[in-house]
């Protein structure tokens, strides 16, 4: 079958590939890119663990095709943390409130997790959980995870972060 | 002194070691992308193989023609069972004592089952590749009801066994059968029911569910020829038990062999054991010369490799009318699917099921399981839970609640009646363990009084008063569950994998500017053991946690260890950390004293270095020590600082743990809610806090899963009807309950720094107290017993079953 | 699982993209979200020999007001319905139905267009579009045509739609102000299909039902209009027998397939209960 070029910004930085129209994104992310950080959990998008930003939506890699990231503005777990390499509040957060465990989650949690603070800065625990219901995790309960993005969006408002009584 | 001086805190502090709620290292690079994953792994010329499989669950196969698949761009090889026969590995031993197709080999025993093995430049064209090889099936009648495996016209599944009357574990009675294992005293118990007052028999059965970690099975394999050396990676739970089958099944020396297991995706026990797709993926290496990735995907996760439980346990109790129990009675029926490919200890078919007897003082008991063979995934792994352990304590935990409700005694007060007595213990158990310790009384009232439960009661029968008068139509059960795990396998008495003993073992080297590393013979697969090891090392000889550098998982690196699973790697591999650590400091004390010009005896230790009795200013800091130790050490003492040991553990370790579950069921759509779950966890001395309360939400999510409706089920034919993720119950954030964590501490005697394992104790206790909260709701309707799992139909049907709806 | 090898398309007109799907024939699939085709795809129980991805296609988007209706063009994804404040005004189901679709991710490239046109009886956008009274713009190699949602179901997968012609449009005729509604749906989790669903808009008037409209998702090849559950509730206040007799004349059109959701029995009872607890909620939500 006939390759398609490609571009598309990843991260700030512009790349380019030759890919087959049937080449999925996120295997041209994992493959073509060598960023591996993009994972792949369950191939029917039920997971989440692909999750990737794509101008501005959080999309689940696996189940959309490269060319149609044609000219997109992608961004995926390697271009999270802060500019000087610092963990950003997101990847602070995961790490403080032991929001993972075996990591295999954490790229597409936290990717999600970016879009919906962005959209929703203050986020409830329900709009929280209804907005990570689109990824699976299968160590943390979740319970962490909730903590970690209100940790995160604690610091990203500038406000002292307070656990909820249990 | 001045001002500056670190207190005693401060410097414990600076330790970060046992009891601190450090912050994981591991977090660093996962958080970031930056985990190395078998996936991960790219090697140059790296070739990619995929498996055709059976649509069929019993078929012949009449031929294979994979002429069109090597006409595909890319396709270099298709591999079948003939191809493997030219090396004699077309069969496998299993963990059991079985043996296992790698490939169809004449017929296939249950859907999906792995038929030819095509190998292609990438996924791509190996995907294009096996949907081109044509496979010619005869179907054959499928046995998927394991209560027909035994009949007398049962299709016979396994013609290689044909004329064996004696298997791994003793005498076969039947085509389909693979071992009858039986323990107690079954006279003694016969007799015990003989004169029972009340007695209770149920069939209790515990569904067939998956592991399923995130991250599926997977591995690259690759051969150079030049040198004879075989490299793996893999998801591998146990990488040196994977080294050890790979050389005696491949007839290759076992230093040729690297195995490596990096980062690991959750492991369940999904991956301790041995699948086709490792043997095909080496095949292919050595036949290629080049290396050969394998992945499988979820489907496959989900229907061929690695299932768990899958056990029918007709369960009896005999007890007094006062509710002293007095005798207990299980058969075990276990489907094991097409293979015995159970991974459990050697000596062990039915795992260690024999803690049936739980928390309770049976003074008789009388167990027997029979394995059997059907038309479905082979295994019987143990999902998160120590080998059967989730099976034994469901099936006690069940009863004990369907006695109670017999008795007319609330479950709790019946289960306080009868526990161990914290005197009794070291316990003798009628079915053989020997339990090390236990406060079962104190965790129990402590779980009670937390959640008001006496309240609950009584807030129950308003409701049940209520739903009768026609006011609503909502039910409400509370669960309640009281466990006893054993974990940490094993001592090498009655534990072994295919003769090697379960011990664990730990390697330290401590460098000279008082940093070091330590290596390890397990393997976490999410369970922070690079953060939680240098704790236990950092309390153990007073160098802080952060100067300690965890490795695991290089079998070329890492001192030989039995891996992790079955939460054994605190029981057995902890200990071994703690006792290499001790042989460290031993040594740094000889030095210390040198150095401080005294003798050891007069050496105290004080938190991070030595100091001598009686004089507080003359002290060596343990970093100071490793600095001596590559320069003035004593003279005839060695150079160095390293220690190795491994550790056999004298016994088991027993946590456990109360759990009460309360949860409304709407009886008209069979919808429920769990209002709340209260976990109380008794897992000795706690390493990290953080760490044990995530590993508890953990397993109470996947308890919850697995009792609420994670099921893998086949219809009639053989098909598997749950083999997404769709359909598998696999819940997400909505969906998951919060969960409520507690702890008591009663430290283990015999392992060195009292800790007891606690990552599978949530998935243990769990499951009962969920399936015990549905059944107690369901309970003043006049049902007994519910069978699993409890998804929202099935709840509709119960209510059916006890006429809710001709009522109302 | 990976994908079969196709061409791809990405036509920036309406008119290309009916060319191309005419031209390609019963070989060429139209792309939207792709969350349905995708994963049938990768499995290779579907096997387009091209793929048409309408993206490009100008003037499939957007959410305008016309009047007395309200037009949506295909490849509006429910995260923009969602984010709609014409749709949370006119039709405030459309959004509530919407969030019970899928995921978020899901939701960001899901599209009304793609949940309509394929037929898959676990959508749950036709029946609500039956229920709302839609009708969906369909452009094809003859022109255009207007066809009622409630025409436009056939079975399983099987639709009006006409070799090589495209959904391009739903056009909905706003309800009347102070109508009721609701839409329940009982799934097992998040990104389920519903087990049953039920779509109620209704308006009252002096506490007795005046209109009703009732639609069941996920219990037929087709989604349904229960006419007779409707008009069971008209003039009444919605007592328990009413509502008993309209969940059995609900219950009396569905033929759901037995599945991991539950046996047919349960999942024509609990239709029963979702027709039921629509009505109940939309008669509060009533003006």
Request: aromatic fraction near 8%; hydrophobic fraction near 40%.
């Amino acid at each position: 079958m006939a390759k398609t070029q490609i571009t598309m910004k990843v991260n700030g930085a512009e790349v380019e590939g030759l890919v087959e129209p049937r080449t999925l994104l996120v295997h041209f992310i994992r493959e073509n890119l060598q960023m591996t950080g993009t994972h792949i959990g369950c191939e029917t998008t039920h997971c989440g663990a692909c999750t990737v930003d794509i101008d501005g939506m959080s999309v689940k890699s696996c189940t959309m095709f490269a060319v149609q990231a044609d000219g997109s503005d992608v961004t995926t777990i390697e271009g999270m943390a802060n500019p000087d390499g610092s963990l950003s509040a997101l990847q602070e957060g995961f790490r403080m409130m032991h929001g993972l465990q075996c990591g295999f989650c954490t790229p597409g949690m936290i990717m999600r997790a970016q879009r919906l603070l962005k959209e929703n800065p203050s986020p409830t625990e329900a709009e929280i959980r209804m907005g990570i219901s689109g990824n699976i995790c299968r160590c943390t309960g979740y319970q962490n995870i909730v903590k970690a993005i209100q940790y995160a969006a604690a610091k990203i408002n500038g406000v002292e972060f307070r656990e909820a009584a249990e | 002194m001045n001002d500056m001086t670190p207190t005693r805190e401060q410097r414990t502090a600076a330790l970060e070691g046992l009891g601190c709620k450090r912050k994981r290292v591991e977090d660093i690079r996962f958080t970031q992308g930056k985990g190395n994953y078998v996936d991960d792994v790219k090697l140059p010329g790296m070739l990619h193989g995929d498996f055709v499989r059976s649509p069929h669950a019993h078929a012949r196969v009449k031929s294979i023609d994979d002429s069109e698949a090597l006409k595909v761009p890319g396709v270099l090889a298709v591999i079948t069972a003939e191809t493997l026969k030219t090396v004699n590995l077309a069969w496998m031993p299993t963990l059991a004592g079985d043996v296992q197709m790698v490939l169809a080999d004449g017929k296939v025993l249950f859907q999906n089952q792995e038929v030819a093995f095509v190998v292609a430049t990438d996924r791509y064209a190996a995907d294009d590749g096996i949907n081109k090889v044509k496979v010619e099936y005869e179907p054959l009648p499928p046995l998927i009801d394991p209560f027909k495996a035994m009949d007398a016209d049962a299709p016979v599944l396994r013609e290689d066994l044909a004329g064996k009357t004696t298997g791994a574990h003793g005498p076969r009675k039947h085509h389909n059968h693979i071992f009858e294992w039986t323990v107690g005293d079954k006279e003694l118990t016969d007799a015990a029911f003989k004169k029972a007052e009340v007695t209770i028999k149920e069939m209790i059965s515990y569904h067939r569910t998956h592991p399923s970690p995130l991250e599926t099975c997977q591995c690259v394999c690759s051969f150079d020829k030049i040198k004879g050396e075989l490299t793996i990676w893999g998801t591998f739970q146990a990488p040196h038990v994977i080294r050890t089958v790979v050389a005696l099944i491949a007839k290759l020396p076992e230093q040729k062999i690297h195995v490596i297991s990096p980062d690991i995706g959750g492991g369940f026990g999904n991956k301790v054991g041995a699948y086709p797709g490792y043997i095909c993926a080496a095949v292919a290496s050595i036949v290629t010369g080049k290396p050969v990735k394998w992945v499988e995907d979820r489907i496959e996760n989900l229907t061929a490799t690695s299932f768990a439980r899958d056990y029918h346990m007709t369960t009896e109790i005999a007890a007094t009318k006062q509710g002293k129990v007095t005798g207990l009675r299980v058969h075990v029926l276990a489907d094991h699917g097409a293979f015995d490919a159970c991974a459990d200890p050697s000596k062990w078919p039915a795992g260690f099921f024999n803690i049936v007897t739980g928390s309770y003082d049976f003074p008789t008991a009388h167990l027997a399981v029979d394995g059997i063979y059907t038309n479905k995934a082979p295994g019987g792994v143990a999902y998160r839970c120590s080998f059967r352990v989730t099976e034994a304590a469901y099936c006690i935990e069940r009863a004990m609640d369907i006695l109670a409700q017999k008795l007319g005694m609330d479950p709790a007060e019946l289960r306080l009646k009868n526990f161990i007595r914290p005197e009794q213990f070291p316990y003798h158990s009628a079915l053989g363990w020997e339990y090390d310790s236990g406060d079962y009384g104190t965790a129990m009232r402590k779980a009670m009084e937390t959640v008001k439960y006496a309240e609950l009661r009584k807030e129950q029968e308003a409701l049940r008063a209520a739903f009768k008068r026609g006011e609503t139509r909502e039910i409400m059960g509370i669960g309640v569950s009281f466990f006893t795990e054993i974990v940490g396998a094993g001592p090498s008495k009655n534990c072994d994998i295919l003769g090697i003993a379960m011990f664990d073992s730990c390697e330290i080297r401590m460098h000279p500017t008082g940093a070091g590393i330590a290596r390890m013979g397990t393997k976490s697969q999410g369970q922070g053991h690079e953060t939680t090891w240098a704790q236990i090392i950092a309390t153990e000889i007073g160098i802080p946690a952060d100067n300690i550098m965890v490795e695991e998982g290089n079998t070329d690196t890492a001192p030989y260890g039995l891996g992790t699973y079955g939460s054994r790697s605190t029981p057995v591999a902890g200990a071994a950390i703690a006792m290499a650590a001790r042989k460290i400091k031993a040594k740094a004390q000889m030095i210390a004293a040198y150095k401080l010009e005294v003798h050891e005896d007069d050496l105290e230790w004080d938190i991070d270095g030595f100091r001598v009795k009686g004089l507080p200013e003359k002290f060596m800091s343990m970093k100071d020590i490793c600095w001596a130790a590559y320069n003035s050490v004593p003279p005839g003492m060695e150079p160095g600082l390293e220690a190795v040991s491994y550790y056999d553990p004298p016994n088991m370790t027993y946590p456990f743990g109360a759990y009460i579950c309360v949860m409304t069921i709407d009886v008209d759509t069979g919808v429920y809610k769990v209002r709340r779950f209260y976990a109380l966890d008794d897992c000795g001395t706690r390493i990290n806090p953080m760490i044990i309360e995530g590993q508890v939400h953990g397993g109470l999510t996947e308890a919850f899963a697995i009792a609420m409706g994670q099921e893998i089920r086949y219809d009639a034919e053989g098909n598997v009807v749950t083999g997404s993720f769709m359909d598998f119950f696999m819940p997400t954030a909505v969906e998951t309950p919060h969960w409520e964590t507690d702890f008591t501490v009663t430290p283990s005697p015999h392992h060195p720094i009292g800790a007891k394992g606690v990552g599978e104790s949530p998935n243990v206790g769990g499951v009962p107290a969920f399936s015990n909260a549905v059944n107690d709701a369901f309970s003043f309707l006049g049902s007994t017993h519910i069978q699993m799992p409890h998804d929202f139909w099935r709840n509709w049907q119960a209510a059916k079953n006890l006429g809710v709806f001709e009522a109302a | 699982m990976i994908p079969g090898p196709f061409s791809y398309h990405r036509p920036a007109t309406v008119a290309d993209a009916v060319k191309l799907l005419s031209t390609l024939g019963d070989e060429a699939r139209p792309l939207a979200g792709g969350h349905s085709l995708v994963p049938m795809m990768k499995l290779r129980l579907a096997t387009p020999e091209h793929l048409v991805d309408l993206h490009g296609v100008a003037g499939l988007k957007g959410i305008r007001r016309d009047g007395g209706k309200v037009v949506i063009g295909a490849m509006t994804t429910q995260h923009e319905l969602l984010a709609s404040d014409e749709i949370a005004k006119s039709i405030p189901i459309l959004q509530e139905t919407a969030l019970l679709i899928a995921d978020p991710q899901v939701r960001y490239r899901g599209t009304i267009g793609g949940n309509i046109a394929n037929g898959d009886p676990g959508n749950d956008m036709p029946a609500l579009m039956m229920t709302l009274g839609a009708t969906y713009r369909l452009e094809g190699p003859q022109g255009g045509r207007e066809v009622a949602a409630a025409d436009f179901y056939q079975g399983a997968y099987f639709t009006a739609i006409e070799p090589g012609e495209l959904v391009t449009a739903i056009s909905i005729a706003v309800p009347p102000a102070g109508h009721g509604h609701a839409y329940e749906k009982l799934k097992r989790k998040v990104g389920d299909y519903a087990t049953a669903a039920a779509a109620v808009i209704l308006t009252m008037s002096g506490g007795k039902v005046a209109t009703c409209t009732v639609g069941l998702t996920n219990l037929s090849e087709t989604p349904l209009l229960a006419d007779a559950a409707a008009k069971a509730v008209i003039g009444t206040s919605l007592d328990p027998a009413t509502l008993k007799k309209a969940a059995a004349a609900a219950e009396a059109i569905m033929v759901p397939a037995a599945d991991a959701r539950g046996p047919v029995e349960y999942r024509k009872h609990v239709g029963g209960i979702m027709v039921m607890r629509a009505l109940q909620r939309a008669a509060a939500k009533a003006a």
